[in-house]
């Protein structure tokens, strides 16, 4: 079964700076989808960034980049020059491409961004 | 990007009665929906698979009878939670998956407490 592992709780970032959350994921399958979610304290669920697993690019939007490593299984999310309203709880998800269009989302524990005036 | 509605965003309700929840994919039709379940500070953690025009699949330690799923069209699917009890307040989210796509996008979520 696939796993994924967000092994940082909790992360804070002065204001306009970088920041890396980590995520890595168990999965013995060549195809399949990667997702950074960002859920703020109204607890609605944001697409923050999307990585299919046969692209090599890494995919990016606006000052959010990832960087995605196939063989190492790992998925981080960059965040450049840091905005208040980027403090959130962050989620990695995996989702198969087997099962169709009932595949489901597969998340990490989270990681907690706080980000510093 | 795609929008998903719920309904209603927060409901309180006495032990024993039934709440129903609502779920709508507002600017595309979505085959799947999901539904998942919320703790303070922790991840998601998923219900049920809703497809629609068939029964849902739930997850393994999920009563199928407790929390009851209809996905009667395109763009909306309903959760009853039947005779709650407090140990089912929770925030509960629903997503729809864009078919074209493949990506899910989230509704608001439901805050439900049970007194």
């Known amino acids: 079964a696939q796993t994924v592992t967000q092994s940082q709780p909790e992360m804070s970032v002065q204001e306009a700076e970088t920041v890396t959350l980590s995520c890595t994921y168990d999965t013995s399958e060549s195809d399949y989808y990667l997702f950074w979610y960002k859920q703020p304290p109204s607890r609605q669920m944001i697409l923050v960034i999307r990585q299919e697993a046969y692209k090599q690019q890494n995919a990016t939007e606006n000052r959010f980049s990832v960087n995605f490593q196939k063989a190492a299984k790992s998925f981080s999310l960059k965040i450049s020059d840091s905005q208040l309203g980027d403090a959130a709880m962050y989620f990695c998800a995996y989702r198969s491409l087997r099962g169709g269009n009932t595949g489901k989302l597969i998340f990490g524990q989270g990681t907690t961004l706080q980000v510093k005036p | 990007g795609a929008v998903v509605s719920q309904h209603p965003s927060r409901v309180i309700c006495k032990s024993g009665t039934s709440v129903k929840i609502e779920c709508r994919s507002l600017d595309f039709q979505a085959t799947t929906m999901f539904w998942y379940r919320q703790f303070p500070k922790q991840s998601l953690m998923l219900m049920a698979t809703s497809n629609e025009g068939s029964k849902a699949t739930y997850e393994q330690g999920v009563e199928k009878d407790k929390f009851l799923i209809n996905h009667a069209s395109l763009t909306l699917s309903t959760l009853t939670v039947t005779s709650a009890h407090p140990e089912d307040s929770s925030f509960y989210i629903c997503?729809?998956?864009?078919?074209?796509?493949?990506?899910?996008?989230f509704g608001p979520g439901t805050r439900l407490l049970v007194l």
């Open positions: 997503s729809a998956r864009l078919p074209a796509q493949g990506t899910q996008y």
